[in-house]
């Protein structure tokens, strides 16, 4: 695991640790590896209720309930699907905050719609879900490991935001 990702991981960590709030997860190419991350700090279980790994479409719009319409029209890697997750995540899991990855990672799988190293990340909470969107392919291992950092990066700035808010 990347150190930065154990950084942020501890940062995020203390956030939610003080405030009481939860975590959860939905990752489809990143295969657990955000919850990785999250875990990798003693105490998670404080705050990290789960994650679900919903590779398959399937999984997604059973468990997830991603809409198989958005599914069909847009494929798994979109915006709409990663928004999707997230919520989907935030019911399924009853948690506070949520981050979703779907896309492809590589080495094979993308069309010139949509390349290899196209992923979107998904976070926020019930009444606020952004999204980012990577482009590069740096290859299979570094794709997914910019994904995670990035989507740990960008829970941690949310949290900052809204928790700064509360205060």
């Given amino acids: 695991m990347e150190f930065e990702s154990k950084i942020i991981s501890r940062q995020i960590g203390d956030l ?40 398959s479409d399937e999984i997604k719009t059973n468990i997830l309930g991603v809409s198989p319409n958005t599914l069909q029209a847009k494929t798994a890697v979109c915006e709409e699907v990663a928004q999707e ?7 399924c899991l009853d948690v506070d905050f949520a981050i979703s990855a779907t896309g492809i990672a590589g080495p094979g799988g993308g069309t010139q719609e949509i390349p290899v190293g196209t992923i ?22 570094i794709n997914l490991a910019i994904a995670t950092n990035k989507a740990m990066r960008l829970m941690l700035d949310f949290l900052n935001e809204k928790l700064s808010k509360e205060l």
């Avoid at 939610?16 to 990798?40: F, K």
Wanted: hydrophobic share 35%; proline share 1%.
């Fill in 85 to 91: 997750m997230v919520k989907g995540a935030i019911k």
């Fill in 16 to 55: 939610l640790y003080d405030s009481g709030l939860t975590l959860g997860t939905a990752e489809s190419c990143t295969g657990g590896r955000i919850s990785e991350a999250i875990v990798s700090i003693p105490g998670a279980s404080n705050y990290f209720k789960g994650g679900i790994i919903s590779y």
């Fill in 120 to 141: 979107w990340l998904g976070y926020g909470n019930a009444e606020d879900v952004r999204t980012f969107r990577l482009t590069e392919n740096f290859g299979r291992d």
